[in-house]
């Protein structure tokens, strides 16, 4: 192994790391959002959802983007230019669902490029569950180029797996797989036991 790191593979890495805690971030504060434990609670009227799409590699997924009106439980506020996104289903104009609004969160809005979150338990468990995802594929990998310090003889897939085989009993296979493992039990069992929690009163 090389005992220098690379600072544009160092910077690179930092980025990608941002990048987790970020979306993180974003989905933990929606999952709160879904809970009830922020924002405003109100009724989302669909006006038309359109459906979007991404594509990375050999894979591809699909969801929806809408947009309607929101009106609070209370009626004292009203936004003609709601927006929801990310859907898992599309849904007819004059649909209604149970929205949570970001309220004076910008920076949420923004970074889900939606205005409000859809409420409830299902839909907090979701959000909780995603955030854990986005650390799950991104963490141990970054775990496992920091411990074997950048080689430069890992940067191709089939490199990497030899490099991976290579660190079997060692302690950044364990240091790797524990934080995978610390991701999914976050998924699996830290976002139901929120999502209950939190929307026990619900």
Same mark, same amino acid.
């Given at each position: 192994? &090389?005992?220098? %790191?690379? #600072?544009?593979?160092? $910077?690179?890495?930092?980025?990608?790391?941002?990048?987790?805690?970020?979306?993180?971030?974003? +989905?933990?504060?929606? !999952? /709160? %959002?879904?809970? !009830?434990?922020?924002?405003?609670?109100?009724? +989302?009227?669909?006006?038309? $959802?359109?459906?979007?799409?991404? &594509?990375?590699?050999?894979?591809?997924?699909?969801?929806?983007? $809408?947009?309607?009106?929101?009106?609070?439980?209370?009626?004292?506020?009203?936004?003609?230019? @709601? &927006? #929801?996104?990310? /859907?898992?289903?599309?849904?007819?104009?004059?649909?209604?669902?149970?929205?949570?609004?970001?309220?004076?969160?910008?920076?949420?809005?923004? /970074? &889900?490029?939606?205005?409000?979150?859809?409420?409830?338990?299902?839909?907090?468990?979701?959000?909780?569950?995603?955030?854990?995802?986005?650390?799950?594929?991104?963490?141990?990998?970054?775990? +496992?180029?920091?411990?074997?310090? +950048?080689?430069?003889?890992?940067?191709?897939?089939?490199?990497?797996?030899? @490099?991976?085989?290579?660190?079997?009993? %060692?302690? %950044?296979?364990?240091?790797?797989?524990?934080?995978?493992?610390?991701?999914?039990?976050?998924?699996?069992?830290?976002?139901?036991? /929120?999502?209950?929690?939190?929307?026990?009163?619900?």
């Amino acid at each position: 192994m &090389s005992g220098k %790191t690379p #600072l544009k593979t160092l $910077c690179g890495h930092l980025f990608f790391l941002a990048v987790a805690l970020v979306f993180f971030t974003v +989905f933990f504060v929606k !999952g /709160l %959002t879904s809970a !009830g434990l922020t924002g405003t609670h109100g009724i +989302f009227t669909v006006k038309e $959802c359109v459906r979007e799409s991404t &594509s990375h590699r050999s894979t591809a997924s699909q969801y929806y983007d $809408c947009n309607g009106t929101f009106r609070s439980d209370d009626g004292k506020t009203v936004d003609n230019k @709601a &927006s #929801l996104g990310n /859907l898992d289903t599309g849904y007819d104009p004059g649909f209604e669902l149970a929205v949570q609004g970001h309220g004076d969160s910008t920076v949420l809005s923004a /970074l &889900s490029a939606a205005t409000y979150t859809v409420a409830g338990r299902g839909a907090a468990i979701g959000n909780f569950a995603t955030g854990f995802g986005g650390l799950l594929f991104i963490v141990p990998v970054l775990l +496992f180029s920091w411990l074997t310090r +950048f080689d430069a003889t890992t940067r191709t897939i089939a490199q990497q797996w030899a @490099a991976w085989r290579a660190t079997a009993g %060692t302690r %950044t296979r364990k240091i790797v797989l524990g934080a995978a493992a610390a991701a999914l039990f976050g998924a699996f069992v830290i976002s139901p036991a /929120l999502g209950f929690a939190l929307t026990a009163g619900s």
